[in-house]
């Protein structure tokens, strides 16, 4: 029952009001009559009123129960609030009489219905299979000692969703037989979820999800120790993607990354369980192999990968052929600290990258005097280029097959290092390429050619055609055309005299840039040559999309022609394909009379080789130019 208050004091009002007005009638009243009704209604207020003010103590008390029942909803209504917001619940089995009550935020952290009626049963198969038994142990304990408990585990919920709780509780037992478990349990998932988080930031790389570098090395550690105990070898599989600048600077970054994205799930597919994929930095990936035979076993995973990558790939829109060269160390033999196994795989993957790419090597002492030489080597060539100094252009002839007259030549670039001595392509082409001295490069080896065309011209061999190399980092130079034109006005050659060779690569089968060079090159005049044919992708696709003129069949064929008869096939094949396209075709490496006969034979149309000559500097070419007597 509630009593108002203000109810009560506006009735006393009244029966006052009334009280005085009877008053008043009683002395104002005339006859004996009036007076005895007006004392009687007098009394009867009187009587009221005091009956009135004895309620009035029961009025209170009942007046402060209401207000502690109030403060205590208020109360409830804080607690659970305070328990919603620190995701706090608290639940209590009575465990003779066997039934459960959940508080609000225990429902509310299962994702359940306030009303759901839940038994002991249900309440533990809310718990993760992983956890279960070791939960029920603890409990079986604080059941048979009557002690307290403390617990970390996951609950599994709807929709594989899972929360981790820490629950302390506590088992009364009494004299009277009443045994309960009260416990409180906390969600604790969020700080869980941001310590794995803070783990995973520490120890894996957050694009890919690989290992990062302090996991990859405390992997080596440990490797290192059981392999020194057990008298086992390790490898280490250093590798480094092939030309990934190019993708990224032409493709955009985005393409790039989801590459390398799709390159660690593609090396996860090639290695073991217990292998270690990590990324290393950049495009770089270091592949632990905590236990190897020996070096055959490091080679065998190195061929798998390089297998596996040899296909297109679709990265988002794109079709991208991938290569990559990998440098191999292996413990104990090449080194036995973690610092010295990773220096010297990435020294032999540099090795590989130096051979051409698209390959794999071993590591071996005379590598380290090598990479010992880059460092200074990257330095000095960057001065060079700077200064335009020591960079020089050599020449080799090209034979008619048909008439064995000089058809034309190559210009090939030769480092004259002050110390070192003439330095091949080879040994600093790939230098300038990764350093993004390229660009620079190429300019001073165009602008040189083209001067040296015009020599030739005014020597009197107008209509000698020479080609000139670009490297596929050439193409990413929105200059490149203005400038062989602007070179070709002020050297005043025929642009028919200049053919440009180009090399398959990834570039060419994903810009329309390069598209777009090549025919305003071919526009203005110039021709093109694909290089080295037969060792990339040696698509057809090129062959058809782009403005070529030239097919060179890579030397490597053209050597070992004469005693490997597939060699002879697809020397053989690639002739009859580019007469059927209408493109000329030209051997290079040629260095005996058999190979030139096969050749000939064949249909081949122009041949380059130590043969006629080797690359001989400019002065020396015009020499040759002019004493050349046709004798093949
Ligand atoms: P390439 O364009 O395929 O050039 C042919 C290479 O084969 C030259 O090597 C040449 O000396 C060599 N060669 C020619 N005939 C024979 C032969 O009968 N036997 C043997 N064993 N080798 C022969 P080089 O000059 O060392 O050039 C190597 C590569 O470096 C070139 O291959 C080319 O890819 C690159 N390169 C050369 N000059 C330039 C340049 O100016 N710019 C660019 N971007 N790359 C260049
Ligand atoms: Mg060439
Ligand atoms: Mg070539």
Redesign the pocket.
């Known amino acids: 029952m509630k009593i108002n208050i203000y109810s009560i004091t506006l009735k006393a009002l009244l029966l006052l009001i009334i009280s005085i007005s009877m008053f008043i009638y009683y002395i104002f009243s005339e006859t004996a009559d009036e007076r005895l009704t007006s004392l009687l209604m007098l009394s009867t207020i009187i009587l009221s009123y005091y009956i009135y003010k004895s309620l009035k103590p029961l009025n209170d008390v009942e007046q402060s129960f209401n207000n502690l029942n109030e403060e205590i909803s208020k109360k409830e209504a804080h607690l659970k609030d305070a328990q919603r917001i620190a995701k706090i619940g608290s639940w209590e089995y009575n465990l003779v009489t066997k039934t459960l009550s959940l508080s609000d935020e225990v429902y509310r952290t299962l994702g359940i219905k306030l009303s759901t009626n839940m038994e002991w049963e249900d309440f533990l198969n809310y718990i993760d299979d992983n956890d279960y038994n070791k939960v029920l142990a603890v409990l079986d304990d604080a059941i048979k000692y009557g002690s307290t408990f403390d617990l970390k585990y996951a609950l599994k919920l709807k929709k594989n969703k899972k929360v981790y709780v820490q629950t302390s509780g506590k088992v009364r037992k009494k004299q009277d037989g009443s045994a309960k478990i009260t416990a409180v349990s906390m969600d604790i998932s969020s700080d869980i979820k941001n310590r794995q988080r803070i783990e995973e930031l520490a120890y894996y790389d957050s694009l890919t999800g690989l290992a990062n570098r302090l996991l990859l090395k405390d992997r080596i550690a440990k490797s290192i120790q059981h392999a020194k105990r057990d008298k086992e070898n390790l490898a280490l599989l250093f590798m480094d993607l092939d030309h990934f600048k190019l993708i990224n600077d032409t493709l955009g970054h985005g393409v790039g990354d989801e590459l390398l994205i799709y390159i660690s799930r593609l090396l996860e597919k090639q290695v073991r369980e217990a292998d270690t994929i990590s990324r290393f930095g950049g495009d770089e990936f270091i592949i632990l192999l905590p236990n190897v035979k020996g070096i055959n076993d490091a080679e065998i995973v190195a061929k798998k990968i390089q297998k596996a990558l040899q296909q297109k790939h679709t990265i988002g829109s794109h079709q991208l052929y991938v290569t990559t060269s990998i440098g191999v160390s292996i413990y104990p033999e090449h080194a036995d600290s973690i610092d010295d196994l990773i220096t010297n795989a990435d020294t032999a993957m540099y090795e590989a990258k130096k051979s051409g790419r698209n390959g794999y090597k071993i590591y071996s002492l005379s590598m380290a005097k090598c990479a010992n030489r880059l460092l200074n080597l990257e330095q000095d060539l960057a001065e060079a280029i700077k200064n335009r100094n020591g960079i020089e252009i050599y020449y ?1 002839a090209k034979i008619d097959a048909t008439n064995n007259t000089i058809s034309g030549a ?4 030769r480092w004259n290092h002050q110390n070192r001595g003439l330095i ?3 040994d600093f ?1 790939y230098i300038a390429e990764s350093t993004g001295f390229m660009i620079e490069l ?1 300019y001073i ?1 165009i602008e040189k050619t083209i001067s040296h065309v015009n020599e030739f011209a005014k020597q009197g061999f107008k209509d000698l055609k020479v080609a ?4 596929c980092r050439q193409f990413q130079d929105a200059n490149l055309v203005t400038f062989i034109s602007s070179m070709i006005k002020k050297h005043g050659v025929k642009p028919s005299q200049l053919e440009f ?1 180009i ?1 398959e690569s990834i570039s060419m089968s994903n810009t329309d840039e390069t598209l777009r060079i090549l025919t305003e090159l071919t526009s203005m005049g110039v021709s093109i040559a694909i ?2 044919f037969g060792t990339g992708y040696s698509s057809l696709l090129y062959l058809k999309k782009f403005p070529i003129k030239t097919i060179k069949i890579d ?1 490597s064929f053209v050597m070992d022609m004469a005693a490997d008869n597939s060699d002879r096939v697809i020397t053989q094949t690639i002739v009859l394909m580019a007469n059927s396209l209408n493109l000329s075709t030209v051997a ?4 005996t009379q058999e190979q030139v006969d096969l050749l000939k034979d064949m249909g081949c149309n122009h041949l ?4 006629f000559s ?2 001989i500097p400019k002065n020396e070419f015009t020499k040759f130019l002019k004493n050349y007597i046709p004798n093949h």
Do not use: M, W, Y
């Open positions: 080799q190559e210009a090939l670039v091949n392509p080879s082409i190429g080896i000139i190399n670009l490297s060779e090399t290089d080295d030397r290079e490496g040629v260095e380059q080789g130590f043969l080797k690359p």
